[in-house]
DNA sequence: CCCGCAATTTAGAATTGTTCTAAATCTTGA
DNA sequence: TCAAGATTTAGAACAATTCTAAATTGCGGG
């Protein structure tokens, strides 16, 4: 994971924003910054009450904006596990994603860059692989 | 794909969910025959709804039950796709979900049988491989 | 064959997750 | 400085799912 400064971090979002025509607000950075500094994979509501915490005055609908806007600009990656709620997950590196039955948590996991083959005439533009299981200490703990 | 007489179809039904401690109810088997009859990945609604036309008393809570049930046994599968509603898929055949973001459409697509190497101590259950993007039809209106 | 228990179903309320709305605020470029 | 467009806000509305308590069903034992 390459350390990023902060003026650097926030360049990469302005561009990454624009790029999409939007605009890097405070809010959008909060948001961003709350998804960086915990890399756990909340939800939209665990977000919104995280980045209250240096924000009091954010809403509901601009996280769910905010969010929408990171993802539809390449910063964040929905992350959709069962029939709970959308998790929000700032690593953009190919990876797929571990959820432990037992214990709940989500874990990024690399995936062997291999070339996926779909019939004749799809074009694929994004992947998503969930794998449920149990991880090593739910598994030790058994 | 193998085509089963309803007399095979019950015994199955009632073997797969027998294992996992489950009967087979006129419920069970109604929602499992509108799932393998129109294999379009209905949501939980959509599902009631078919299911109401030859059996109008049934309720909206034993559909969630039956699916529940089913994706429990072994003889269904939850579709995740984004924020919408969760879909099932009566195909157990190892396959992944190729959604077309122009007309929505959501097709079975074989994949190669890999292993997907994983982090020492991971035990996986289950793999879910969304793919996004565009389908051949989609792809030649444009 | 009938009984009692446990599983299941039911209607509807409750809860949770997400989107919408209209008004206020902020930017940006002319 | 102003107008236009983007963004945020609070709260209502909507959608998806789960819960609840009561009624029903169906199997195993007597």
Same mark, same amino acid.
Request: charged letters at 25%.
């Given at each position: 994971?390459?350390?990023?400064?902060?003026?650097?971090?926030? %360049?990469?979002?302005?561009?990454?924003? =624009?790029?999409? #025509?939007?605009?890097?607000?405070?809010? &959008? %950075?909060?948001?961003?910054?709350?998804? &960086?500094?915990?890399?756990?994979?909340?939800?939209?509501?665990?977000? @919104? +009450?995280?980045? $209250?915490?240096?924000?009091?005055?954010?809403?509901?609908?601009?996280?769910? !904006?905010?969010?929408?806007?990171?993802?539809?600009? =390449?910063?964040?990656? %929905?992350?959709?596990?069962?029939? =709970?709620?959308? &998790?929000?997950?700032? !690593?953009?590196?190919?990876h797929g994603h @571990?959820?432990?039955?037992?214990? #709940?948590?989500? @874990?990024?996991?690399?995936?062997?860059? %291999?070339?996926?083959?779909?019939?004749? =005439?799809?074009?694929?533009?994004? @992947?998503? +692989?969930?794998?449920? #299981?149990?991880c090593p200490d739910?598994?030790? $703990?058994?």
């Amino acid at each position: 994971m390459k350390a990023r400064s902060h003026h650097e971090d926030e %360049q990469h979002l302005t561009e990454q924003l =624009g790029a999409t #025509g939007l605009r890097l607000t405070p809010q &959008r %950075q909060q948001v961003y910054d709350v998804l &960086r500094h915990k890399r756990d994979h909340p939800t939209a509501e665990e977000v @919104f +009450i995280r980045a $209250k915490k240096t924000m009091p005055e954010i809403s509901h609908a601009t996280v769910y !904006n905010c969010l929408d806007a990171l993802v539809k600009s =390449g910063l964040a990656r %929905q992350v959709t596990l069962d029939r =709970g709620a959308t &998790r929000y997950c700032p !690593n953009m590196h190919e990876h797929g994603h @571990f959820h432990c039955d037992a214990c #709940g948590t989500v @874990f990024d996991v690399d995936l062997p860059a %291999q070339a996926m083959p779909l019939p004749k =005439g799809f074009k694929a533009e994004h @992947f998503d +692989i969930a794998i449920h #299981g149990v991880c090593p200490d739910c598994d030790q $703990k058994k």
